[in-house]
């Protein structure tokens, strides 16, 4: 490794030292994932869309994002209880509540065409999209409230995030 420094070093090639940094930064950054609760709230914040600031969010983009996290998701076009969130996906099924499981940001399942035609296509009423992910001691999740601003077949929706369920 000092190898690959002194030889940026002795050609100065600036580009390299950039590249070779942001890649030690995003390894640094990754690492201390399994033992920051903090780093890990900041990881779970980006694949729902609720990062403090959009600076911030955009600079988690150069982290891979197959370090992930178990995602799952409900879609009621009522509000949902905490009691719901902490049954299974089958038992909220059964229950009436569309729910699942989803690899790589959770927020794709409103964001992404096929969960919008999935989820949100002829509805009339506003429909909650409740997003949760679980890492090691930490959980966050977020409540998104589509509101419908056309009536179908047009189908165009605000989305508001609430936050967490108690906020």
Do not use: C
């Not at 940026?8 to 390894?27: C, E, H, N, Q, S």
């Not at 609720?50 to 988690?60: D, E, K, N, P, R």
């Not at 998701?73 to 509000?79: F, I, Q, R």
């Amino acid at each position: 490794m000092s190898g690959l420094f002194q030889s940026i070093r002795r050609t100065k090639d600036w580009p390299a030292t950039v590249f070779v940094g942001l890649v030690l930064l995003v390894a640094g950054w990754i690492l201390l994932l399994p033992v920051s609760s903090e780093v890990q709230r900041i990881f779970l914040a980006r694949f729902h869309l609720a990062s403090a600031s959009y600076g911030g969010w955009s600079l988690q983009q150069l982290v891979p994002s197959m370090y992930n996290f178990e995602n799952r998701y409900w879609v009621s076009d009522h509000p949902v209880s905490q009691a719901e969130l902490e049954t299974s996906v089958a038992q909220a099924k059964a229950n009436g509540l569309q729910a699942g499981y989803v690899n790589h940001f959770s927020a794709r399942v409103f964001t992404f065409g096929d969960g919008r035609l999935i989820y949100l296509q002829n509805k009339v009423a506003p429909q909650y999209l409740y997003l949760q992910s679980h890492y090691r001691n930490e959980t966050l999740t977020t409540i998104w409230t589509a509101i419908p601003i056309t009536t179908p077949p047009k189908n165009e929706f605000r989305l508001v995030r609430k936050g967490p369920p108690n906020e």
